[in-house]
Each structure stands twice: as C-alpha cells, then as structure tokens.
C-alpha cells in the first residue's frame, strides 16, 4: 500500500503549506530523505553482487568446498525472492515508515553477523537475513520516491533510482575485487554499517507516518509464489554443478516450481483477496514493463557475468583492471541518466526505450566483433554506447510501469519490478553460462578437426625428434585452440543478446502513455 495524501507528522503543530503542491507524501527535507532511502537501496544492490567477489576468500576462512561455497549466494537469493512477495502486506498492517527502518536496521545488523561469521553455516543463516530484510529495500525506496514527488518530477526521480539500480551490477565487482585485494574479505560486509546507520537514522527523522489499513494475508498465494521461486532459483543456482536435467535434484526443482507457478496463476484468478490485486495484472503497461525489466535485468548482469572471465583469461587482464574496465559503462549510464531526466517530460518515452533498445544491440554487436588481439580502446567504447542504452531503458520503463497505476498499488508494483529483473538476472545468468560452456566444447571440436601441419606456428616433424619438445607443443597448440574456441563462444553470446533488444522493440506498440496536457510526459495514476 503506498503512503498517501493521509500522511501525518508525529506531533502536533499548525499546518503548513505543502512544500511540493501535488505530491502525496510531504516531508522537511526532501532531499536527505532521496539521498537516505537511496542510499538503502543501493546497499542491498551491491550485496547481491560484491560478494561473488570474495568467494575464495571465504571459502579457505570458512573451510568450505567449491560446491558448498556458492550457498553464500544462493542463500541469499532465495531469502530474497521468499520474502519479497509479503511486502505489500507488511506495509498495509503495519506502515511504511516502521517496515522500512527496520528493514534497513536487520539488513545492517545482518551484514555485521556476517563479517563476523565463524564457518559457514553461520554465514549462510546471516545471508539468510540478510535476504529477508534486504528484499523490501529496492521496493520501498521507489515507492517513497514516487510519494514524495509530483506527477511532473517524476521523470527527474525515476532517473536517480535507476541510476542506483544500474550501480550495483558494475561497482559490485569493482568495489568487491579492491576490498578483498587491499583488506579482509570481512570488510564487504562491514562497509555497508556507515551507510545503514545514516539510511536509519534520516528515515526514523524525517520520513512521515502514514496511516496503516490492515489487511487479511492471502498465506495460500504466498506459500504458492515462495515455492515456485524458491525451486526455480534452486535449479538455476544447482543446475551447472548438476548437469542440469541430467540430474534428479533438478528435474524435481524444475516439476515442483511449475507445478507452484500454475497453481499461483491459477489462486491469483479464483481468490477474492490474492496476495497480488488483480487489477496490477489487468493494467498493459505494467504488464510490458514487468517483461521489460526481465530483459535489462538478464541483459546488463549477464554482460556483467561475461566480461570479467573475457577480460582475465583471454586478454589477460589483471582482477582490478578488468573491474575498472567495466566503469565506462556506468560512466555511460550515469552522464546519459543526467540529460534525459530533463529531457523526459518532453519526450514520448516510447521513442526513449526503442532507442535504448537499438543504442544497447548496438553495443553488443559492437562487442561481438572483437578480437582476441586488440586494444583497451573499443572496449571502452563499447561500454560507454552500452551504458547510454540502458540508460535510455530504464528510466522510461519505471515511468511507463507506473503511468497507469492506482496509487495504492504502488508498493506491491515495484516489489513486482524488482521480482522481474531478479529472476530475468538469474535466468540470464544460467543460459549464457549454458551456453559458453557448450560452445566452448563444440568450438574446440570443431578447431581441432581444421589444426593440420600447416596450420601451426613451427615444424612438428623436427621438434617430435626432441622428446618433451612434442608435449610441450601439442599444449601450446591446444591453448591456442581453447583461446579461439572461448573467444567464439563469448562472441556468439554477445550476439545472441543484441538479437533479443533488437526483437523487442515491436513489444512497444503495446505501450500506452497517458499524455500530460503540455506534452508527453506520462502522467501517474490518482493516487487514490
């Protein structure tokens, strides 16, 4: 339930005139309550990212094993994807404000639970945690966002959330390679104290109490949507190490999350009180917007899986420089995200995501011509255009979700949101890492059956006189093979994913914007 125009300060004192004429919630100072609620959000998003990083750190700290390590990253996944659903109830029974800060106080506690973890089942129950108190983060911070703004600045707004959406995936690895190069891999955690503690503080200052509605909780729906997500993370998470449908484990994750999604459908349609309104279902743009944010949430973290494996072992790029060669593209988005948050409330943003979308394919055609021998240059370029691009599709996506939207959805919408572009990151994930791995293998096949005497860089019946010589070639030669073959695969993904932006676009035409009268700025729903 989004907070309203029933807003009301604790404490008594004689009305003022709103401070922003039009918008539902009013506050004393509006800008450290962006900067706090940002500054919340932005923490969780970095979490789900910068401690892939520190991985092998923990796992020599932790005494765990390769396999059992990655629960580390599912636990919290899961945690998420469980808990997300519940956050339109929470703040309906008990108010935005008071779910908020304590949300954001059990994220932070949670984050110091887990520096200081001894092994790692510790570590897992405090990712765990963290998880379920991080999960609200992102969804609140845009509903507050959306509140404390008027229908004309709600442009400018929607740019600063998705530039802090857009931050996590490219500072996380950065941020995650230097701390643990330079200090303890604990510190990846304990970093996020300073920012929640400012987060909670200005939250339990300036943000308002808003009166609660209590509502019955749709347990039914609720346990419906956290099974089908909870075993499709899980066979997403296990299905590399597992051999995917090879394995019994998985094919039972993949029977029992559809047998969970078609019975949710299916609650969702016949309940009298679903734990999601029917009526965000029924709205189109919100429905285009939910598929678009699948795509940029599986598009931008799966580049962002891609390009630290391409940059280290095919061009040979230490940690840190590969980290930083991921910054042009946020230096893209971030300086793209400045102009169009002025520009917007005369643009069709219509007219915005097709050209995100055609700036984005761009780009990754752009990296699909790469070599394995070349520059810094184009790779820096291409993350520049690749940063503009997305730029240009998130901004207008937020907008266009909201655009037809009863107010009092708002809160379970953007939890929605989030839930797209975390299961289209996870998805993405999973089918491009299925598929270098499987061109990897076939493109060494198919290298191999072309190596002939001619082909190689010496003379292979004078060094098979001198003994080890031969073996030593026979690896050399190979290296060059799986070098060509990863290089193909990585090429071919890159390809596969401006194919998708560019097949989107017709997607559009079923957008719908609700026209200011002074231009085409897209108007939010009533907020009653």
Known sequence: MSASTDARRAGGGAARPPAHPGAPLQVANRPLLIAAVMAAMVMQILDTTIANVALPHMRASLSA???TIT????????????????????????GLRRVFVICVVGFTV?????????NLTQMVLFRVAQGLFG?????????VMLDVSTPEERPRMMSIFSQGIMLGPIAGPVLGGWITENSDWRWVFFINVPVGIFAGVVLIAMLP???????????????????ALSCFQLMLDRGETKDWFGSGEIVTYAVVAAAAAWLTVVHLAITPRPIYARRIFADPNFVVSMGLQFLMGSILVSVSALMPGLLQNIYGYPVIDAGLLLAPRGIGMLASMMILGKVMARMDPRLALAIGLVVTGWSLHMMAGWSPDMPTWPIVVSGVIQGIGMSFTYMPVNLIAFSTLPGQYRTDAAGLLNLCRSIGSSIGIAVVTVLLSQGIQRNHAEL???????SVPFD??????YGGAAETAARVIDGLVNKQAAMIAYLNDFYLMALVCW??????????????????????????
């Open 209 to 227: 109490r808003v009166k609660s509605v209590p509502q019955r909780m749709d347990i039914l729906g609720w346990l419906f949507v956290a099974l």
């Open 448 to 454: 191999a059956e072309r190596v002939t005497r001619m």
């Open 503 to 528: 097949a989107t676009i017709p997607v559009l035409f079923f957008v719908k914007v609700n026209r200011s009268p002074t231009g085409p700025l897209p108007q939010m729903a009533a907020d009653h």
């Open 71 to 94: 629960w580390v990253l599912t636990s919290y996944v899961l945690a998420s994807a469980v808990a997300l659903p519940l956050g339109g109830w929470l703040v309906a029974n008990f």
């Open 65 to 67: 094993t390769q396999e």
């Open 110 to 118: 949670a984050s110091v639970m887990c520096g200081l973890a001894q």
């Open 135 to 143: 999960a609200f983060l992102g969804p609140f911070a845009q509903t």
């Open 460 to 465: 292979l019946d004078r060094i098979t006189a």
